[in-house]
Every structure is written in structure tokens, then in C-alpha cells.
């Protein structure tokens, strides 16, 4: 069993940045065995996808949307999942909710059924 709490969300003016944090932890959680990635969803639309690392595929695919302005990252360290979002846009407003798996295919990181862990969800909201 995987738990993942989100922390770092908040209200931010356009332009701004943010920086998201995912501390995973339960037996065996590891990055070189699991999967992770950042999902979105907005009020009244599906959840996105938004970026992945699978260190063990050694892909890190990012949201078209999102690219050149978030970055994910993991610090091994801490098992801890993070996600630089700059160059903030009111479009980007939404619940940010990390999630994790074993044995995911590199073709299978982009969609949320992939993934049977997931954090609660932090709040974004980027004013205009």
C-alpha cells in the first residue's frame, strides 16, 4: 500500500509560480519501482493529465499545455514527488492530485486509469 499527501498548492497571481510537493511513503515505495505523475482537473472538465517520471522506462513526459513551463522532478531522498509550475496562466487553475504505480508502460503514463494510488488533491488557483 502507497499513501501520497500533496502539499504546496495556494492562490497565485498570473505569471507567478508554485511549487508542488507529493511525499510518498508505505512499504516498498520507491522511484525506481513506481511510476508517478501529476493530474489535473479543473471545475466541470475531465481530469488531465499534466506529467509523469518513470524512472524505470526513463521517460518524464509533460503536457503539451504545460511544457517549457512546469518541470517534475523527484528528490529520492525524501521519496518526495515535486512539480515546478512558473509562468503561471489562470487556465492552469485546477486540482492537482499525484498518483503512483508499479508496472506502468511507458505508453500507459499518460492515462489516469495506469494508476491504483492517489493523493487527496491540492488547490491551485492562478488570478488574472
Known amino acids: 500500500q502507497v499513501q501520497l499527501v500533496e502539499s504546496g498548492g495556494g492562490l497565485v497571481q498570473a505569471g507567478g509560480s508554485l511549487k508542488l510537493s507529493c511525499a510518498a511513503s508505505?512499504?516498498?515505495?520507491?522511484?525506481?519501482?513506481?511510476?508517478v505523475a501529476w493530474f489535473r482537473q479543473a471545475p466541470g472538465k475531465e481530469r488531465e493529465f499534466v506529467a509523469a517520471?518513470?524512472?524505470?522506462?526513463?521517460?518524464?513526459p509533460v503536457a503539451d499545455a504545460v511544457k517549457c513551463r512546469f518541470t517534475i522532478s523527484g528528490d529520492n531522498a525524501k521519496n518526495t514527488l515535486i512539480l515546478q509550475m512558473n509562468n503561471l496562466k489562470p487556465e492552469d487553475s485546477a486540482v492537482y492530485s499525484c498518483?503512483?504505480?508499479?508496472?506502468?508502460?511507458?505508453?500507459?503514463?499518460?492515462?489516469?486509469?495506469?494508476?491504483?494510488?492517489w493523493g487527496q488533491g491540492t488547490q491551485v488557483t492562478v488570478s488574472s
Open positions: 508505505g512499504s516498498g515505495f520507491s522511484f525506481g519501482r513506481y511510476a
Open positions: 498518483t503512483a504505480d508499479r508496472g506502468v508502460l511507458m505508453s500507459q503514463l499518460r492515462s489516469q486509469s495506469a494508476y491504483d494510488y
Open positions: 517520471i518513470s524512472r524505470r522506462t526513463g521517460s518524464t
